[in-house]
């Protein structure tokens, strides 16, 4: 992998409303990883898909079985080089 190039995993975000906090968390990970997921209960109405799809993630909405079911659901998600080591549920 060259130097500068994204790392081949994906970061997966579990969020509720989030539209005030989830632009710090992006930025967080933006340029460094491959892809961003963003997984969303379907209550959430404040603005936050539109912003996490704005900022190039794929969202996700799954209706809210717990943190552990989400974990699970999202993980499905990720593509096949999504590395496990991270974010195991």
């Given at each position: ?10 970061v997966c975000l579990i969020a509720g409303n989030e539209v005030a ?69």
């Amino acid at each position: 992998m060259a130097l500068g190039q994204p790392l081949p995993i994906s970061v997966c975000l579990i969020a509720g409303n989030e539209v005030a906090r989830l632009p710090r968390a992006l930025a967080s990970v933006a340029g460094w990883t491959s892809e961003i997921i963003v997984v969303l209960n379907e209550e959430v109405r404040d603005g936050t898909e539109e912003l996490a799809r704005a900022a190039g993630a794929r969202v996700f909405r799954e209706p809210w079985k717990g943190h552990i079911a989400q974990k699970k659901f999202r993980r499905r998600q990720g593509e096949p080089a999504m590395d496990s080591r991270f974010g195991r549920g």
